[in-house]
T-cell receptor, first 115, second 112 residues
């Protein structure tokens, strides 16, 4: 089955700890994205990548880091600098080349909670 | 003004009702528009794209009004399974990939 997988489903972070959220896709999509969703709010873009070894900051990149060493993988690290990390984190992917109308497909998400 | 605004609701309607949501956007150069559906504690899933000419998919009709800068979603003959949050999504003009802008969502509850 083709799709996007995220792990873990739930993640608990202690104060001052860095944690990494996994995102893998086997759709052969070039572009991948990370979003954050807070209760009652829309999704906000953290980082995105259009090609391996390249990525760009989104609207709320502070306190986060990413890597794109493989086309199918785009892990997100929530660093200790992110002071309010509790949220629902969603990874998405899309093709490139549709003139800006590429549909983004989402993974099942990871809920991050601070202990 | 937010880039994309939706009435958060909640909209509570009986089965079989017709319900409509509007979404306004601020960037007049916006080029692409979508409606996503998000079930509780799940990921958003594409419901339909919104084209200038309007489009229909079964009980769902989406329309775009560029002059007034809003898109709409009409659901006819509501089912219990339509209960969800509906997200309005816009790709602002002059932006590249990854710049989807989401509204905060409209909550729909369909009751028996």
């Amino acid at each position: 089955d083709g799709g996007i997988t995220q792990s873990p489903k739930y993640l608990f972070r202690k104060e001052g700890q860095n944690v990494t959220l996994s995102c893998e896709q086997n759709l052969n999509h070039d572009a991948m994205y990370w979003y954050r969703q807070d209760p009652g709010q829309g999704l906000r873009l953290i980082y995105y990548s259009q090609i391996v070894n390249d990525f760009q900051k989104g609207d709320i990149a502070e306190g986060y880091s990413v890597s794109r060493e493989k086309k199918e993988s785009f892990p997100l690290t929530v660093t200790s600098a992110q002071k309010n990390p509790t949220a629902f984190y969603l990874c998405a992917s899309s093709i490139i080349g549709g003139g800006g109308q590429e549909t983004q497909y989402f993974g099942p998400g990871t809920r991050l909670l601070v202990l | 003004r937010k880039e994309v605004e939706q009435d958060p609701g909640p909209f509570n309607v009986p089965e079989g009702a017709t319900v409509a949501f509007n979404c306004t956007y601020s960037n007049s150069a916006s080029q692409s528009f979508f409606w996503y559906r998000q079930d509780c504690r799940k990921e958003p899933k594409l419901l339909m794209s919104v084209y200038s000419s309007g489009n229909e998919d079964g009980r769902f009709t989406a329309q775009l009004n560029r002059a007034s800068q809003y898109i709409s979603l009409l659901i006819r003959d509501s089912k219990l399974s339509d209960s969800a949050t509906y997200l309005c999504v816009v790709i602002p003009g002059g932006t590249s990939y990854g710049k989807l802008t989401f509204g905060q969502g409209t909550i729909l509850t369909v009751h028996p």
